[in-house]
């Protein structure tokens, strides 16, 4: 799939059904009355931003990028993280009161989250430290699953559960989150270690591309049309042969 023009048009269709889904969600789901681990205001602040960055991405797939895109996520990912962290310490302070463990298990978990995000947020300017933060963000979520493994049911407020059944039940979409950058950074991390090939834009060279993104943010069409008349001429050129 990363070699074809498809590969990208998937993904694309892929986060039109993420932004659905959260749309649906905010607009037709009937809620109870708030939860104090998960108040309305974060989760409708939490279902929103993760709507804007779907749709971000939906454009950024089908080539349909905006000048202020960039902006955008940066922001509404910044969001994400203030409102995650603040749940993950709210979470937190609670566990201390019930189980040592879950304060474990939660800090490890939250922790590959919200690290996640900041591995996004840094790679919009810094993708090298992005990277790092990516690893650190594998190693939270390795080290979660292996605890949980491990300690497999936890005793809370007398009642005895699974850990995996304690995180399914979690109101928020930090699981969708955790998967969804699990598979993106080790799809990422096997193309720079030359396992596997970089995802493929269509049928234009993959520099197009990058000309595109340079075009948009720069605001200049000049080294675009100048492509384009080059590759119309490359082709012409070689059509005749």
Known sequence: MAQNAYGLRICGVACLGFALTFLHEIFFTTRAADDPLFPSWIVYGELISLTVIALVFLLKNFSLDFPFSSLILILTLTVLFSLLSYQALLQIQMARLKHAKLVTVLALY?????????????????????NLLAILAMTFTAGFIVFALVARRLSIDGETISVWHYFRQLKNKSAILLITCLLIYSYNLLYVAGTLPPLYHGTLPNGYQHLVERSIKSNDQKKLREFMERYEAFLQRHAKN
Request: without cysteine; hydrophobic residues 60%; proline residues 5%.
């Open 110 to 130: 939250y922790g590959a989250v919200i690290v996640f995000i900041l591995s996004v947020l840094t790679g919009i300017m810094l993708p090298d430290a992005s």
